[in-house]
């Protein structure tokens, strides 16, 4: 059962989207030039041994959580749209007063 969105929304819909994908390209390029000068400090300067590794697996684990949530669950057919729509037809049904 899909429901078809007006202009407005889908524009709305298509700047959120667009705005979360961004926010994660944003996220993976300030991981990039920190682990970079991280990866330059650890080799050239503090310490006898290499630590930089710790930060960079921590924090690309969390890249990596951000760019799914951004890409495999923010998709139109995804698992949070269906999820929404549930609570939205479960919502309406409880307002009109129609059992499940």
Do not use: I
């Amino acid at each position: 059962m899909t429901h078809r969105l007006s202009p407005e929304k889908l524009d709305q819909l298509a700047r959120k989207r667009a705005g979360a994908k961004l926010g994660w390209y944003a996220h993976a390029a300030l991981y990039l030039v920190v682990n970079l000068a991280m990866l330059a400090f650890s080799t050239y300067g503090f310490g006898s041994r290499s630590w930089s590794a710790f930060p960079l697996l921590g924090w690309g684990l969390g890249l990596a959580l951000h760019g799914a949530s951004v890409f495999l669950l923010g998709k139109g057919s995804g698992l949070r749209e269906r999820m929404v729509q549930q609570e939205r037809d479960k919502l309406q049904r409880q307002q009109d007063g129609t059992p499940r």
